[in-house]
Nanobody
Framework: QVQLVESGGGLVQAGDSLRLSCAAS????????VGWFRQASGKEREFVAA????????YYTDSVTGRFTISRDRAKNTVPLTMTALKTEDPAVYYC?????????????????????WGQGTQVTVSS
């Protein structure tokens, strides 16, 4: 079983940038699609970004398009999420998840949460 560990969260000001990382241990997740999700206090978890197995296809929710970038670092076996121009509506616990059933971005976006392998989350706080 691959274990996912998120890191890089913290407190930043609106307009700042932050880089989260999702690291896999136990096994590589290079053959699977990986996604980032977030859950703000009192709200449901929502999809943020996904990347396919090769890293050549990405997909973002509208609210982060142009500000966030998901990528793959195969040498480090990580999937970073680079967040720029952070807004006061971005604070949340950010989770990464990989798809045990597919390698496309659709296998992240369309999968029931129970079909994904989740990390424990990292907190992002944005002050105005």
């Amino acid at each position: 079983q691959v274990q996912l560990v998120e890191s890089g969260g913290g407190l930043v000001q609106a307009g700042d940038s932050l880089r989260l990382s999702c690291a896999a241990s136990g096994q590589t997740f290079s053959n699977y699609a990986v996604g980032w999700f977030r859950q703000a206090s009192g709200k449901e978890r929502e999809f943020v970004a996904a990347i396919n197995w090769s890293g050549h296809a990405t997909y973002y929710t509208d609210s982060v398009t142009g500000r966030f970038t998901i990528s793959r670092d195969r040498a480090k076996n990580t999937v970073p999420l680079t967040m720029t121009a952070l807004k006061t509506e971005d604070p949340a616990v950010y989770y990464c998840a990989d798809s045990r059933t597919g390698d496309s971005t659709g296998s992240i976006v369309q999968a029931p949460p129970s079909n994904l392998n989740w990390g424990q989350g990292t907190q992002v706080t944005v002050s105005s």
